[in-house]
């Protein structure tokens, strides 16, 4: 009986021991997660910027033709 009851809590630590293993391992994951989640944060808010950018430059270029248009209306 106490060789039983021995071998129960052996299983019982190995349980745990491999319980706080699947737990380091999933939160190994959650930090990966995290990181690549953040990165991909990183990408869009760079990607908006750009396209804020361009978004400028076009009204930019747009004005410019306006004014070129203007100018050459005059000459006609």
Do not use: C, H, P, W
Not at 2 to 24: F, P, V
Not at 44 to 56: A, D, F, G, L, P
């Amino acid at each position: 009986m106490i060789e039983r009851t021995s071998n129960e809590l052996n299983d019982i630590a190995e349980n745990g021991n491999r319980m706080d293993a699947s737990i380091d391992d999933i939160a190994s994951i959650s930090q990966e997660s995290a990181a690549a989640v953040e990165e991909a944060t990183a990408f869009v808010q760079q990607s908006n910027s750009s396209m804020e950018e361009i978004e400028r430059e076009a009204v930019d270029l747009a004005n410019l033709s306006s004014e070129l248009n203007d100018l050459i209306n005059k000459f006609e």
